[in-house]
């Protein structure tokens, strides 16, 4: 099994930059994309940004392009999530999502997921 920890959360103003980071453990596998995913209260899952294995390729919703950058440390078993030039549109609870084959954008490709990690953007 394969665990995931999300840290990194927390109240910024708009326009302020927050870092997320996911660490996995356990059983870990390599070749996988990882993938950044948000909900917001009363709203479904959205997916947010996805990277595959090497670190070459990403996807970005139209949202967060521009402002989000995903990255990983394959050596530490870690994905990031650098979030700039937030908006309160943002708010939401933050998952990082794992999955044995390459970047994907839909939930229900992802295989692993982490609890969740509280981002609040005040006005």
């Known amino acids: 099994q394969v665990q995931l920890v999300e840290s990194g959360g927390g109240l910024v103003q708009a326009g302020g930059s927050l870092r997320l980071s996911c660490a996995a453990s356990?059983?870990?596998?390599?070749?996988?994309?990882m993938g950044w995913f948000r909900q917001a209260p009363g709203k479904e899952r959205e997916f947010v940004a996805t990277?595959?294995?090497?670190?070459?390729?990403?996807y970005y919703v139209d949202s967060v392009k521009g402002r989000f950058t995903i990255s990983r440390d394959n050596a530490k078993n870690t994905v990031y999530l650098q979030m700039n030039s937030l908006k309160p549109e943002d708010t939401a609870v933050y998952y990082c999502a794992a999955r044995r084959r390459g970047i994907a954008t839909s939930p229900l490709a992802y295989d692993y997921w982490g609890q969740g990690t509280q981002v609040t953007v005040s006005s």
């Open positions: 990277i595959n294995w090497s670190g070459v390729d990403t």
């Open positions: 356990g059983r870990t596998f390599s070749g996988g994309a």
